[in-house]
């Protein structure tokens, strides 16, 4: 897959890197979130600048009222705790573009006897236009690794790139089924700090890589196969933090 070019997306209020890709107009922001509605999109709800999160949905947009409805999560004390953050980060995808938002605090209001959170409709909202997923370029210093069940035993190889929808493969052994559409089940990436992905993957595509050194090495794209939300939430928590991380390093340099 090819290197990321997109800007890092973070827990900042700096918005500044990100112009191009921000949209100022309420009617278009209620746009994009109408569509998340629609296509029943899960929605990823950071808050305490991180270091938690539950997955959600949107329920409603009203711009004429500046509200945004979205839908109670499934442990009570984390929605409790939620009430009490001054700000949250939203991170979900339409038509497989990523979109991130933020609004000030959460409300608890019931909708049809259920209960529902209520935000202000967000000023501003960020899209990233040029991929079908926003993808990490893994870090060199904490490299992660996918382990591919085999009939010899586990595969290793390196991940040079990673989204909620797939990851990009280095390294992969001649020996190995590398059709195309081929599935590769119980694969297993531990996220450092975070938790470890199991799950199937889907070979995309392949391509011969000639490195530096002139070795010439096999990378693939894949495809992650029936992953649960809950995973999908590790994935895009890790991206997001990494993404701080590196932020701050360039920011103290």
Not at 130 to 155: D, F, K, M, N, Q
Not at 163 to 174: D, I, N, R, T, Y
Not at 247 to 253: R, Y
Request: proline share 6%; aromatic share 6%.
């Amino acid at each position: 897959m090819a290197q990321n070019t997109e800007p890092s997306v973070a827990w900042s209020d700096d918005q500044s890197d990100y112009a191009p890709y921000l949209l100022r107009s309420k009617q278009e922001v209620a746009q994009v979130l109408r569509g998340v509605m629609k296509a029943t999109e899960l929605v990823t709800a950071y808050f305490d600048h991180g270091r938690q999160f539950f997955i959600t949905s949107v329920v409603d947009v009203k711009p004429e009222g500046d509200a945004l409805l979205l839908d109670y999560g499934v442990d009570r004390e984390t929605n409790k705790r939620v009430l009490q953050a001054p700000r949250v980060v939203f991170v979900t995808s339409q038509d497989r573009v990523k979109v991130q938002f933020s609004t000030g605090p959460l409300q608890e209001v019931e909708i049809n006897g259920r209960p529902a959170f209520r935000t202000q409709l967000p000023t501003t909202l960020l899209k990233l236009q040029r991929r079908e997923y926003y993808r990490l370029v893994t870090p060199i210093r904490t490299p992660l690794a996918c382990l591919i069940p085999s009939p010899a035993g586990h595969v290793e190889a390196a991940v040079t790139d990673i989204s909620v929808g797939g990851v990009g493969l280095s390294g992969l052994p001649e020996g190995m089924d590398l059709g195309e559409g081929t599935v590769y089940q119980g694969c297993r990436i531990v996220l450092p700090e975070e938790g470890t992905i199991l799950t199937a993957l889907e070979l995309r595509s392949v391509q011969d890589v000639t490195l530096r050194s002139g070795k010439v090495v096999k990378r693939a794209g894949c495809r992650f196969v029936g992953i649960p939300a809950s995973q999908q939430a590790l994935i895009q928590r890790y991206i997001i933090r990494v993404d701080r991380e590196r932020l701050a390093l360039l920011k103290g340099s």
